[in-house]
């Protein structure tokens, strides 16, 4: 896992409030002990990386919480800033592709 650097971090400071959802779980919930349950199902020496298991757990979060599908979850999270935010996306990176979360 890298991370990324993005001129436009400072603008999720400005545009969610600070009483959102999904501001306040990121804020509150460490969601790392997801690599800590995963870490014999993932080669890190072997094959294609993966896409972040974190990220993943958080997509699925994201379809429970606003019961919507894959392709909305996808979707929404293009142009949803809480959404992008909630995933630790900077504003201007892709998203994944809907099929990777059946």
């Known amino acids: 896992m890298s991370m990324v ?3 436009y971090a400072g603008m999720y400071e400005l545009a969610i409030p600070k009483d959102n959802l999904l501001r306040q779980m990121n804020e ?12 014999n199902v993932y080669c890190q020496n072997n094959g294609r990386g993966a896409i972040d298991p974190v990220r993943m757990f958080k997509y699925l ?12 979850v996808v979707e929404r999270s293009k142009y949803d800033m809480s959404f992008k935010c909630f995933l630790e996306m900077t504003l201007e990176e892709g998203v994944i592709d809907a099929s990777s979360l059946t």
Request: hydrophobic share 50%; no cysteine.
């Open 5 to 7: 650097l993005s001129p």
């Open 61 to 72: 979060l994201l379809k429970s919480i606003f019961d919507i599908s894959d392709v909305d």
């Open 28 to 39: 509150l919930v460490d969601f790392n002990f997801i690599y800590d349950e995963l870490v």
